[in-house]
């Protein structure tokens, strides 16, 4: 079974630029979840699909944060424009159900610069 | 608001010494405790998840155990392999689903 898998690994962009981040949960795996890592802070969730529909986003961080979940299948997390405090390792992570063990993919590590 | 604290932030051992990382924790009401191990460069690998005051589990040299305030991962007779930041996480009722973490242990493992 293919695990989450997410894209790009890196990305180095300038200050006002825009990035695009996808993750591709574990298939049939309606519940799909952003973090973030920030250098030296702990991993901090961003928000939670239930299939195409946003549960909870109480985690994002402004309005130059944008996901998506279109079909309820992969999931993009747009921003725009990006900030120099952005900068972090992105992680996306699916669950079969809510409540149980939350399974994590490789994570974008992002530059901005 | 849920609050997650991992002690000690780094553990050297030797090959074969065994010890206990902490994780304490506050939460309204524990929908379940989660331990993760993370190797640079890549993302969490899940371990264990604990439920209940006074549940065990355990994988290998690892086991987990939880109660009201806390929760440890003792690791029996360690390897260098298992040398890895080992991260805690719970999720509790009043907060969805989402997943509150400490910032991890560091754990080395000299041979």
């Known amino acids: 079974e293919a695990g989450v898998t997410q894209f790009p690994s890196h990305s180095v962009i300038e200050k006002g630029q825009t990035v695009t981040l996808r993750c591709d949960p574990i298939?049939?795996?309606?519940?799909l979840y952003w973090y973030r890592r920030v250098m030296g802070k702990e991993i901090k969730f961003l928000l939670h699909?239930?299939?195409?529909?946003?549960?909870?986003e109480s985690g994002m961080p402004n309005n130059r944060f944008l996901a998506e979940r279109t079909g309820g299948t992969y999931s993009t997390l747009k921003v725009q424009p990006a900030e120099l405090e952005d900068s972090g390792v992105y992680f996306c992570?699916?669950?079969?159900?809510?409540?149980?063990?939350?399974?994590f993919g490789p994570g974008t590590r992002l530059t901005v610069t | 608001e849920d609050q997650v604290t991992q002690s000690p932030e780094a553990l050297r051992l030797q090959e074969g010494e065994s010890s206990s990382l902490n994780c304490s924790y506050t939460?309204?009401?524990?929908?379940?405790l989660f331990w993760y191990r993370q190797d640079p460069g890549k993302g969490p690998e899940f371990l264990f998840t604990?439920?209940?005051a006074g549940e065990e589990k355990e994988k290998e040299r690892l086991k987990a155990t939880l109660t009201k305030k806390e929760s440890f991962l003792h690791i029996t007779a360690p390897k260098p392999e298992d040398s890895a930041t080992y991260l805690c996480?719970?999720?509790?009722?009043?907060?969805?689903?989402?997943?509150?973490f400490g910032k991890g242990i560091t754990l080395s493992v000299r041979p």
């Open positions: 992570a699916s669950s079969q159900d809510r409540g149980y063990e939350q399974y």
């Open positions: 298939s049939g795996h309606d519940n």
């Open positions: 699909f239930v299939k195409e529909s946003k549960q909870d």
């Open positions: 939460v309204s009401g524990l929908r379940g």
């Open positions: 604990l439920y209940s």
């Open positions: 996480a719970v999720s509790s009722y009043g907060a969805n689903s989402k997943l509150t």
